[in-house]
């Protein structure tokens, strides 16, 4: 049984390469979808968001290419390619690509 879905196992990956940026386009696939875990990965192209909205869990972003500006409550945070940030549980957030980007977003909640 695999745990993590849509995905090779046992095999090195680029996961930018399975959820490539389509232009004017958010696009996602997800990897895991538990009640408590959700695994999943997105591109966004430039000048495109998601709004804001917050979540049960902790949302561990991890930006894999470009430049997101991710706004926490009232904060603003530029996150570039090879870095990560965590989203607070029940607090709003929103993301805006400043230039297209690729993340592997892990979000953790309460069992």
């Known amino acids: 049984m695999n745990y993590i879905e849509k ?6 990956l680029d996961l930018k390469k399975e959820v490539p940026v389509e232009e004017d386009q958010v ?6 979808q538990r009640d408590d875990l959700g695994m999943s990965v997105f591109a966004l192209d430039e000048g495109q968001s998601i709004g804001g909205h917050s979540s049960k869990g902790d949302a561990m972003v991890n930006i894999l290419s470009g430049k997101a500006e991710i706004t926490i409550d009232e904060d603003k945070y530029l996150v570039s390619a ?3 940030i965590v989203l607070p549980a029940n607090i709003r957030h929103a993301l805006h690509a400043v230039e297209a980007f690729q993340m592997l977003l ?5 069992q």
């Open 7 to 12: 995905i090779p196992h046992s095999k090195v």
């Open 82 to 84: 090879g870095e990560s």
């Open 106 to 110: 892990v979000v953790v909640k309460p």
């Open 27 to 32: 696009s996602s696939m997800t990897l895991v």
